[in-house]
């Protein structure tokens, strides 16, 4: 099974602007693993970000961006809220429809 | 508006099967993938499996492969998820997942204790 591979932690000043990356063990990134983001709070479920590697919910605030970067799913967040720290993930979808999450960067805004 | 409602916590033995139950609501049940997640305590996400509530098919991750089971019951628009030989690392909150991804059931606890 693949592996997909997160930066555990991260952390950015308020109205700064950090990436998010999102890798796999079997090679590039690309749009045919239709790339998802959540983002999830203590004591909550999780919540979708971009699905599609780039497409945004009505709910999605605009400072989120999705796009590949360098082989890469990446999350841009510009413009960082105090809200904004979470747990993101993605998740990736291989053959047979099978999903791998990434193990979750912890964003802190600082 | 879009609902999945989950069965509540559940306390387990080494050993036993668990089934937890999600009912869907707000959507046509069968027009959208359902998927099954875990979290363990202080863990990230993991992905367990997909059920296409249309016909029945199922996809499972390997991990999981020979201890799970998916189905659905399309008369209720209810999806279980049971999982067997259970042990004390399966200790998790389950969400199931549908709509897109969209939309979460609120997630069951089980914990597997002697």
């Known amino acids: 099974q693949a592996v997909v591979t997160q930066e555990p932690s991260l952390t950015v000043s308020p109205g700064g602007t950090v990436t998010l990356t999102c890798g796999s063990s079997?090679?590039?990134?690309?749009?045919?693993?239709?790339p998802y983001w959540f983002q999830q709070k203590p004591g909550q479920a999780p919540r979708t970000l971009i699905y599609?590697?780039?497409n945004k919910h009505s709910w999605t605030p605009a400072r989120f961006s999705g796009s590949l970067l360098g082989g890469k799913a990446a999350l841009t967040l510009s413009g960082a809220q105090p809200e904004d720290e979470a747990e993101y993930y993605c998740?990736?979808?291989?053959?047979?429809?099978?999903?791998?999450f990434g193990g979750g960067t912890k964003l802190t805004v600082l | 508006q879009v609902q999945l409602v989950q069965s509540g916590a559940e306390v387990k033995k080494p050993g036993a099967s668990v089934k937890v139950s999600c009912k869907a609501s707000?959507?046509?049940?069968?027009?959208?993938?359902m998927h099954w997640v875990r979290q363990a305590p202080g863990q990230g996400l993991e992905w367990m499996g997909i059920?296409?509530?249309?016909?029945?098919?199922?996809s499972y991750a390997q991990k999981f492969q020979g201890r799970v089971t998916m189905t659905r019951d399309t008369s209720t628009s209810t999806v279980y998820m049971e999982l067997s030989s259970l042990r004390s690392e399966d200790t998790a909150v389950y969400y199931c997942?549908?709509?897109?991804?969209?939309?979460w059931g609120q997630g069951t606890l089980v914990t597997v204790s002697s």
């Open positions: 707000g959507y046509t049940f069968t027009s959208y993938y």
């Open positions: 599609d590697t780039s």
């Open positions: 079997t090679g590039a990134v690309t749009s045919g693993h239709y």
């Open positions: 998740l990736l979808s291989y053959s047979g429809a099978r999903g791998v």
């Open positions: 059920i296409n509530p249309s016909g029945g098919s199922t």
């Open positions: 997942a549908s709509y897109n991804w969209n939309s």
